[in-house]
Each structure stands twice: as structure tokens, then as C-alpha cells.
């Protein structure tokens, strides 16, 4: 079945690579109360598993007992060492954040920045600054991590944050470091590893990775550590071994 989702990822991911309109260039902040929606579900979001390259909306459980070993077998795949140390890491290393620059990645350098962008693919009734199919002034999401419905607004942006599901001092700690940064920029950018959730828990997660914390939402957590190890994967990152059994415990 996954096959015949796989066009829909194409064309989603076309649609998607339109730039900024004159207001967002010359700073225009006028809301003209125009209103959008890019009739993604608020409720459930979409299955890891159908969603390799990140450009569907959300996360939605995992819950079939197929989902579940096909989730085992991706999360054996990971190969595993030590955290290395964070000396050198700095934020900057990934390049400017949510800068349109990143190279190889989808969404990138459609004349969007990369937090617009993935705002735009979460949320739903997506109302946009005036003259601009860029810059969100408002809109609903689903928030994955806790479950629950969050109405966001630009005047109180911190209410949700994305989410660097492989956090970028962990990626740095196990083989980032040594890396060109044109690809800390993909990773920093990429679509599979970002997500639109609630700001207060993605600050409690910080840096932390799936042995020291999951999310708060019980449901969504072999969904989530199965984005993990797809980011994982695709970068060719190792994860600790304490990681990888709690992955593998999530998909039970």
C-alpha cells in the first residue's frame, strides 16, 4: 500500500516550492484576514512509515502489530557507539537557523525559511501575512508529543517551537562533527527531522535522546523513535546502544 502512497509524497512536496510573496520581502506585516488551509488532518497526523521524506504533515501512532515489526526491523538497522563529546558544538555549525539555504533536502531554497515551512505543512486553517503564502501570522495544529489541539499566533510564537527530533548536539556527538557543513545544514533543515510541537515540551526534551526521554503522549512513541532512526538512517548516524534498546522497547 505504501507504494501507491509514494506519488502523493511527490506532488505534496512540488506543491510545496512556492516563495515568498513582495509583502514578506519588504516587511509588510498587514493581516488582511485571508485564511488558507492545506487540509492535512489536525487529529492524526501520518504514519512514519508512509512518510520517509518528512514532507506530510505531523505523526500519527504507530499501532498495527505489521507497523510495529516493520518498526523493529528499521530500528535494527541503526548501528551503535558511545556519545562522543560535545567539545566544538555550537548551534552556528549547522549554519543560520531555518535560513532557505540548505542544498538536497526538500522544501529548501523554495524562497521560504525552513520554520514557515514546516509550520505550513503541521498546521491547518493557515492564515498568512498579507500579500505572502510565506509567513504565517496564525493557525492550528496538532501537537504529536502531548496529544493535544494547540491555536498558535505569531504574537506568542514561543507556544510552538520545532522540533530537531535527532537534536543537533547529539548528531554533533556521534559523527556530525567531522562532517562538511553543507550537510549539518541538510540535517539542521531537513524536513524528515523537524516537527511543529508544543514549545514547553520540546524545551524540557533539550538534547536529550530516546534513553532519557520520550514523548509525554504514550501513543506516539514507537511513531516517534521510528522518525528518529529514519534521520538516523539517512545521515548515516550510529546511536548509543542505551537508544537503540529503548527504541526497539517502544515498538513492542
Known amino acids: 500500500m505504501r507504494r501507491f502512497r509514494a506519488a502523493a509524497v511527490v506532488v505534496a512536496a512540488a506543491a510545496a516550492l512556492t516563495g515568498c510573496g513582495l509583502a514578506d520581502a519588504i516587511g509588510l506585516e498587514v493581516d488582511t484576514g485571508s485564511a488558507r488551509s492545506n487540509g492535512a488532518s489536525s487529529e492524526h497526523g501520518t504514519n512514519p512509515l508512509d512518510n520517509p521524506d518528512g514532507t506530510k504533515p505531523g505523526l500519527a501512532p504507530i499501532t498495527s502489530a505489521e507497523d510495529k515489526q516493520e518498526a523493529r526491523d528499521l530500528i535494527e538497522k541503526l548501528a551503535t557507539r558511545g556519545r562522543g563529546p560535545k567539545t566544538g558544538y555550537s548551534r552556528?555549525?549547522?549554519?543560520y537557523a531555518w535560513a532557505d539555504t540548505a542544498t538536497g533536502v526538500p522544501l529548501a531554497r523554495n524562497g521560504c525559511d525552513t520554520r514557515?515551512?514546516?509550520?505550513s505543512r503541521d498546521g491547518t486553517n493557515l492564515r498568512?501575512?498579507?500579500g505572502s503564502d510565506c509567513v504565517l501570522e496564525s493557525m492550528t495544529v496538532y501537537d504529536p508529543y502531548t496529544g493535544t489541539t494547540i491555536e498558535w499566533?505569531?504574537?506568542d510564537a514561543a507556544k510552538v517551537q520545532i522540533d530537531h527530533v535527532v537534536p543537533l548536539s547529539y548528531s554533533w556527538q556521534m559523527g556530525a562533527s567531522r562532517w562538511p557543513k553543507e550537510k549539518r545544514v541538510q540535517i539542521a533543515n531537513d524536513p524528515l527531522n523537524l516537527l511543529s510541537v508544543d514549545g514547553s515540551t520540546n524545551s524540557a526534551k533539550?538534547?536529550?535522546s530516546p534513553a532519557s526521554w520520550l514523548p509525554p503522549n504514550r501513543r506516539i512513541r514507537c511513531a516517534y523513535v521510528v522518525r528518529f532512526a529514519q534521520?538516523?538512517?539517512k545521515y548515516g548516524l550510529p546511536v548509543t546502544q542505551p537508544d537503540k534498546t529503548a527504541m526497539l522497547e517502544q515498538c513492542r
Open 206 to 208: 533539550g538534547d536529550s
Open 116 to 119: 514557515n515551512d514546516i509550520l
Open 231 to 233: 534521520v538516523a538512517l
Open 128 to 130: 498568512y501575512r498579507s
Open 153 to 155: 499566533r505569531k504574537s
Open 92 to 95: 552556528d555549525e549547522y549554519g
